[in-house]
């Protein structure tokens, strides 16, 4: 005789999952800082998703300048200060956040660790921090809205009127209220480490990508076979208004030549279109952020893709400063390069409103899920608060250019 197996009664499901958190926390307080993330998710990861997250183009001059060019600014702390009580809070488009460090979009975070969108937007929403939602991501937007509303959607536009609209009917009706869109990738960037690494996108099958997989047991087992079973074949979900290409496929069929014709008269029809607080990410000219404001946007992101663009494109914090009188009210963001609190602080004495950070966050999911990003999150807002207390200084808003000196 055969029995129904009994269901797993709620309570010790939940019991399950609180003593799975409490191990996974006690397990991520060997790491320290975020740079202590990337190691471990070396080890973890299959090498040709490793070399996407991680990598940039041709011979990484940007990568190397983004992190060169906050070693050009030096702290001239002010002392005698009572810093007792610190705030780090601030507000963007009506909401106030807990940190002026937010989750920067990356694509195929759900390849990298389980549920990897929908892990980042309830770790920022648990600390009260800004997160974008890629759109070039494999959980359908209307799932990490619906788990965490407030998150940030950033897009790529397509190449038609008609397909723009679409998308941009879709992201409203999923409930977004603030938009991104991406304007420094008109055409596909030479990632000759992707090539050499077996990556593309979709990922091609082979018996090399096999067996990644199976010399690296705990990410097949953990991410891409338990995702296979609950959910089924990842697919590109939000780079259209309809469904894309699934993450593996025998055909490279993802496509960016679409986009090489995309002007600033696209951008202004999605104003018209676009109701809510609408931000356009990638710009590293003054003259553009002067468009930007004329257009009617609410927010720049000073950001050079964190290299994985136009190698030898100038570092954001070392434009930052020269963008503001062209910004006017309109605030300005950062990212490429962040990783320290020390990072932001400069950032943010330079001019900008808040700072986006990006592959260590990936990284932290990979190798601990959300318990890992809460984890990063308050390393970075921890530092944050006491860099601005031995700086001196009790608010965001304290934070001047004198702060800083030109190395």
């Not at 780090?88 to 488009?93: A, K, Q």
């Not at 609209?165 to 304007?183: F, M, P, S, W, Y």
Request: net charge positive; glycine share 8%; hydrophobic share 45%.
């Amino acid at each position: 005789m055969q029995y129904a197996r009994r269901p797993e009664r709620p309570a010790l499901g939940r019991l399950r999952h609180r003593l799975r958190e409490y191990l996974l926390s006690r397990a991520m307080k060997r790491y320290l800082s975020l740079h202590d993330f990337e190691p471990a998710a070396r080890r973890r990861l299959p090498v040709p998703l490793y070399a996407y997250v991680s990598g940039a183009v041709e011979d990484c001059q940007s990568v190397q300048a983004n992190r060169d060019a906050f070693a050009r600014y030096a702290f001239r702390p002010e002392v005698l200060v009572d810093v007792s009580a610190v705030d780090t809070s601030l507000s963007l488009f009506g909401r106030r956040y807990a940190s002026p460090v937010g989750i920067a979009p990356m694509g195929l975070a759900a390849m990298t660790s389980y549920r990897g969108d929908i892990v980042m937007a309830l770790a920022a929403k648990a600390a009260n921090a800004p997160c974008i939602m890629s759109g070039s991501s494999l959980i359908r937007l209307e799932e990490v809205m619906a788990a965490a509303p407030g998150t940030w959607f950033q897009a790529y536009l397509p190449g038609q009127q008609q397909q723009i609209d679409a998308l941009l009917d879709r992201v409203a009706a999923a409930g977004v209220e603030t938009l991104v869109v991406t304007v420094d990738m008109p055409v596909a960037a030479n990632r000759e480490n992707n090539v050499r690494a077996g990556f593309s996108t979709p990922l091609r099958p082979s018996v090399a990508l096999a067996w990644q997989g199976v010399t690296h047991p705990r990410w097949l087992c953990g991410t891409f076979l338990r995702t296979l079973m609950r959910h089924g074949m990842p697919h590109f979900e939000n780079n259209y208004a309809t469904r894309g290409v699934p993450i593996l496929s025998s055909n490279v069929l993802r496509d960016y030549s679409d986009r090489g014709h995309l002007s600033w008269r696209h951008m202004a029809e999605v104003r018209r279109r676009w109701r809510g607080p609408l931000v356009i990410k990638g710009i590293l000219n003054p003259a553009d952020v002067g468009r930007a404001r004329s257009l009617g946007a609410d927010g720049v992101i000073v950001s050079n893709h964190g290299g994985r663009q136009l190698d030898g494109s100038v570092a954001p914090l070392l434009v930052l400063p020269h963008m503001l009188e062209a910004a006017g009210e309109m605030p300005l963001m950062i990212d490429s390069g962040i990783r320290r609190g020390t990072d932001v602080l400069k950032a943010l004495a330079l001019g900008a409103k808040a700072a986006w950070i990006g592959r260590p966050f990936n990284y932290a999911a990979a190798v601990g899920g959300e318990a890992g990003v809460r984890h990063a999150l308050k390393l970075i807002a921890d530092e944050v608060r006491r860099d601005l207390g031995m700086l001196g200084v009790t608010g965001l808003d304290g934070l001047r250019p004198d702060h800083l000196v030109a190395c």
